[in-house]
């Protein structure tokens, strides 16, 4: 599925799909890096495990490495410093990822608000509005997070 997510991604850089492919390339990347770390941070404690669980899921969806992610990461903590809206970035995602794909991105948005053993009101609602402005019906994003509640059953709950 994720190699769908990547070969995508190289069709529209090779395809011309964008005037500047390889500029809006990494405009994804650093869209879907600003909603992860807007996920992280909604409740004002960025921990160390959602750092590396950021990490992680950025490998996943993208061809990049550690140093890059962390690029990413210090560049999306440097916006929210400037900016409070990721607008913008969700709807970059939303024309970019399938409905299937948006979906599997959500589950992930619902582990990493469960990635420090316990989520808050702030980063529910923070995945919620994400699940809103990607265009997910919001049933499908409440059986996200059922779905991953039921996954990390016995490990966090």
Known sequence: MFEFIKSRLNEQINGGYYNQPQNNFHLIENALCILLVDVAKADDDFSANERMMIVSLMKKYFDIDETGVAELIVSAEDYFKREDSFYEYAVMINENFSTENKYELLKDLWRLAFADAK???????????????????????????????????????
Request: aromatic share 10%; no cysteine; charged share 35%.
């Open 119 to 157: 989520t808050d009101v702030y980063e529910e609602s923070m995945v919620k509005k994400i699940g809103g402005l990607l265009d997910v019906d919001y049933q499908a994003v409440i059986n996200a997070k059922l779905y991953v509640k039921e996954e990390l059953k016995g490990r966090l709950f």
